[in-house]
């Protein structure tokens, strides 16, 4: 698949496959490319040559196919801001799922296990305004799973936050894995993620695929660790010696 924006940065011959039921990180350094390639994968962009299919659906521009396959998607944008659009976040999260043409008690139930999902239950009145960026990224990972979809993209699902929602969100992927099968594509630049909770990894460098593989291979490849900089090399030019 191929790419390029009026500003000159170009997505050039990126191919992968993901396989099902797999978490697996997108890394690279600021400006790399990850958001325009997820943007491009769930049908926010459109190649330039190439094609995007998922669960072997070709991804086309007709409106009602792209729903179709957007129902089995649950996208979660950098910025929650560009997420989130209703005066409430309980509105908001119930969006997606009246959507879906559910049962109004179907809705009202899969809301409530979201908000609470996210520790937002006591916020669900607030408009997004009134939240702290990290409430308002939670409240966003809400509406996702309230659609309950197969493949979540997540586009930095841990930056910005505490530890404590960091450790919440894991549970509740991982709660979804279990019950579910589902399949998560995140991007991260905290190579913590990418090492410790990814099972594949892929890392561009200037929108093209860099390294396709196992963490353990990636992290461990000195092109790849040269190009991504360290905690090390940040550590030894700030540490304080008493
Ligand atoms: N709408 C746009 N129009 C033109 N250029 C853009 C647009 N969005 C992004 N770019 C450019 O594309 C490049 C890749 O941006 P992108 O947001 O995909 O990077 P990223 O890897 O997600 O970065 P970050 O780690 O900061 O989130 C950047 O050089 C950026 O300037
Ligand atoms: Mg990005």
């Given at each position: 698949m191929n790419f390029s924006y009026n500003s000159g940065f170009k997505i050039q011959?990126?191919?992968?496959?993901?396989?099902?039921?797999?978490?697996?990180?997108l890394t690279g350094n600021n400006g790399s490319g990850k958001t325009t390639l997820l943007r491009l994968l769930v049908g926010l962009l459109?190649?330039?040559s190439g094609n995007v299919k998922i669960f072997n659906n070709l991804l086309t521009r007709?409106?009602?196919?792209?729903?179709?396959?957007?129902?089995?998607?649950?996208?979660?944008?950098?910025?929650?801001d560009d997420q989130l659009f209703a005066p409430t976040i309980e509105e908001d999260i119930s969006f997606g799922p009246r959507n879906l043409k559910l049962e109004e008690e179907e809705v009202r139930a899969r809301?409530?296990?979201?908000?609470?999902?996210?520790?937002?239950?006591e916020f669900k009145n607030f408009s997004p305004f009134n939240l702290s960026w990290?409430?308002?990224?939670?409240?966003?990972?809400?509406?996702?799973?309230?659609?309950?979809?197969?493949?979540?993209i997540l586009d930095e699902?841990?930056?910005?936050?505490?530890?404590?929602?960091?450790?919440?969100?894991?549970?509740?992927?991982?709660?979804?894995?279990?019950?579910n099968e589902i399949t998560i594509f995140f991007t991260s630049?905290?190579?913590?993620?990418?090492?410790?909770?990814?099972?594949?990894?892929?890392?561009l460098d200037e929108g093209k695929i860099f390294f396709n593989g196992t963490p353990r291979e990636g992290?461990?490849?000195?092109?790849?660790?040269?190009?991504?900089?360290s905690y090390d090399d940040i550590l030894s030019l700030i540490k304080k010696s008493y």
């Open positions: 011959n990126v191919s992968f496959k993901l396989e099902e039921k797999i978490i697996c990180g459109k190649p330039k007709n409106k009602q196919e792209l729903w179709k396959i957007r129902k089995s998607i649950g996208f979660l944008f950098q910025n929650p809301v409530d296990w979201a908000l609470e999902a996210v520790n937002l239950s990290g409430q308002r990224k939670r409240a966003a990972l809400a509406g996702l799973l309230a659609m309950k979809p197969k493949l979540l699902p841990f930056a910005n936050l505490d530890f404590k929602s960091i450790y919440n969100h894991l549970i509740i992927l991982e709660k979804l894995r279990k019950e630049h905290n190579l913590f993620f990418v090492e410790h909770w990814a099972e594949k990894m892929l890392f992290l461990g490849n000195s092109n790849v660790k040269q190009l991504l900089g």
